[in-house]
Every structure is written in C-alpha cells, then in structure tokens.
C-alpha cells in the first residue's frame, strides 16, 4: 500500500536563480507539493553564488558543481554523475524523480540513473523539438535510450505531447498534458477599465532572444509607434537588447518605447497591471506563461498563433497574428481599437479555476500516486537491448550494471 507522504526529487538543468518558465514551473509545483504534505527537493547544476545545498523558501535545492556545456546544460556524461546522484536519492529516501526539459542532461542522467535503481520516474517536457536535423535525431536517440524504462510523462500541452511521443516513443497510457499555472495572489487583474482618450501601454516580457520573435518585434516597432497614443514598455535581457535599443535610437522613438531590465518574479504582476495590451511575438511556443499571466492580469493580448497557445485561448480572447511585422502592427491596432469594451477580469476567475498552481501540484500529484511500483533487474534490460539490437545502449546498460553493483560492494565492505 503506498503511503500518503512522497519524497520527491525535481531535476533540471534550469532553475533560479536563472529566469523562464520552466523555472518558474519547477519553483511552484515543488512548493505546491511541499504543501500537499510531500517533502521536495530540488537538484540542478551551479551557479554564479549558488554551489552546495542551499535553502530557497521551502525548497532544499542541490546546486551540483558540475561544468556547464552549452546552452546553460551540464556536459553529458550518462556515468559519472550516478554516485551523486545515489548518495542524494539515498539521503533523502527519494521515490519520485520528476526530471524537467527532456534536452536538459541533468533530467535525462536523472531518469536513467533512478530507472535502473528502481525508483520511480517522471519526465515533464516544457517545449517542442525538431525530429528531423541530424544533430536533433542523435540527441533523440540518446533521449529515448535513456528514458526506455520512464514511467510517466507531462506536457504542457497537446502540441507538445504529440512532439515527446514521437521523439521518446512512448505509449499513450503513460502521458498525459497538465498546463502551467499562475499564483492568484500575483497575477490578478486590475479594477479600472481603460478609459477612451488616455495613453494605451503595449508590454512585452520575455528573454531578448532570437526564439522569441525579436527580429519580428524589432521590425514591427516603427510600425506600432505611428500610433502616437500607444506606448510600449519592453522588459527583459538578452542578446537581441543592442539591437532593439538600436532600431529605438536610428527611428528616435524613446518617447514611445521603454526598454527595462529583468525583474523580480514577485513585481510582475504589478508592471503588468499597469498595461492595456501584452504582446508575444514568439517563433516557438508550447504553453507561453507569459501570456497566461498576462490574461490574468487582465490585458488584450496580441500573439504569434504557434505551438500550443491555441489550445487553452480561443480567437475571442487573443488576438493572433501572422509571424510579420505587418500583421503584428495590425493586429495591436485592432486590440486597441476594442479597449474600450474590454472588461479585465472577465477572464481570471476561469484561469483561476483551471490553472492555479495548487490545482497543477494536485493533478501531479494524481499521477505520481498512479504509478505503480516495479522492479526491473538491470541484467533484463541488458537483455532486452540485446533482443532490440541496440549495441551500444547494451553496452551502457551493461557498464551501469556494472557500475551499480560495485559500489554496492564498496559499501558492503565499509560496513
């Protein structure tokens, strides 16, 4: 019989104090699950201030000082990582392994190394990948070894449940989509309705990166500006910020657009609430949390119609547009044409209701408790690679055999 109270480990290679989605969604299921009466911890790599295990609200996070290899990921290496790995999971009692970002190495090293230990595992994908470049087939491959023996996995949505079961080849019965969330508390809209006469604010939050859609706002800037009643606030860094201080300066709009550097995630709500029109203009996009917590706070939003953002916003409640500077432009005149009709918090008691955290950790929760438990030996899935005609994944599924059952006689000899 499987008792109330989990210990849960939540892995990635992403979390504070780094800024993002994926980072904000690790922080606030592991506190909502920490309130169901589970206990959680968090492990990642270093970073700058940050080595060692280190308290964050009621988070214990493990900060692994580990080399990081590109794109802020730690360097593969499938092996070496398993004795911390053991000695955390060991420390802690840990029954889950709820790994993040199936591109993150850290969740995979996670899964694999829990697998074969018989714990049980879980791998919540934040965003859609290429199957077809050369280079993303290999990391694929290397993606869907390690999570052979994975025992559930989340998406954000349905776009990116389709892209994980096609990129992992993993049964439907074992997935499920369970979207971001907002806090209430944070994100909750503004009282006053836009009055007719009195400057419209356009804000756009995000990292100032290429997948964004930067170049796109970049192009559409001179062309919102023609409309000298709007405004707009963009917060955020990255390498694109040069370049749009530079369009700002060549097409002298500083008394129309803003440029602030990233906040606190607590102050949000509060510079979104003092905005009419939120704008995304993302080339990729599986959930968007920007936009949800932008709803809730109760503005028009203008969107790039990718990934999965269709799936919980209707036609009625977001304004999308073609991946143009042009249709951008358009589509922010048509939202604030309607301002005037507008009523802020139309929507956040539906958001509320659908996708606060504490309702996202419950639904995790329910799929924790439907695993079951398993014990698989390490020499039948050597087998079955063998059966399969995988020779490497055989080989390494051997080397952790091996590697597994030596330190086991280390420790037997210890004691």
Known sequence: MQHDKMNIALVCDYFYPNKGGVETHIKMIGEGLIKLGHNVIVITHKYAGYKGAIQIGNLL????????????????????????????????????????????????????HASNLNIKTVLTDHSVFEVAKFERVIVNNLCSFMCTYLDFAISVSSVSKENTQLRLNLQDDKMAVIPNGIIPEIFYPKTEKYKVGEKIRLIVMCRLVFRKGL?????????????????????????K???????????????????????????????????HLFLNTSLTETFCLAILEAMSCGLMVVSTNVGGIHELFSESEIYFCEPTADDIAEQVFSAARDLENHDPSKIFNSIKTK?????ISKQIESV???????????????????????????LATFYEYFQIHFFEMIESLVK
């Open 61 to 112: 996070v493990y900060y692994l000082d580990l080399p990081v290899f590109i794109m802020n990921t730690t360097t593969p290496t499938i092996f070496t990582n398993y004795i911390l790995f053991k000695a955390i999971f060991e420390k802690h009692s840990i029954e889950i392994v709820h790994g993040h970002q199936s591109l993150s190495n850290l969740c995979l090293e996670s899964i694999y």
């Open 215 to 239: 170049d796109l706002l970049i192009g559409a800037l001179p062309l919102i500006c023609k409309n000298k009643d709007i405004e707009i606030f963009i917060v955020g860094d990255g390498v």
């Open 241 to 275: 910020k040069s370049e749009i201080e530079q369009t700002v300066a060549e097409n002298e709009l500083e008394q129309q657009v803003k440029i602030l550097d990233e906040i606190k995630y607590e102050d949000v709500g509060d510079i979104l609430r003092t905005g």
């Open 355 to 359: 996708c606060s955290w504490s309702t």
């Open 368 to 394: 924790y408790k439907s695993i079951p438990n398993k014990k698989v030996s390490l020499s039948a899935k050597i087998r079955h690679f063998s059966a399969n005609g995988g020779f490497l994944m055989t």
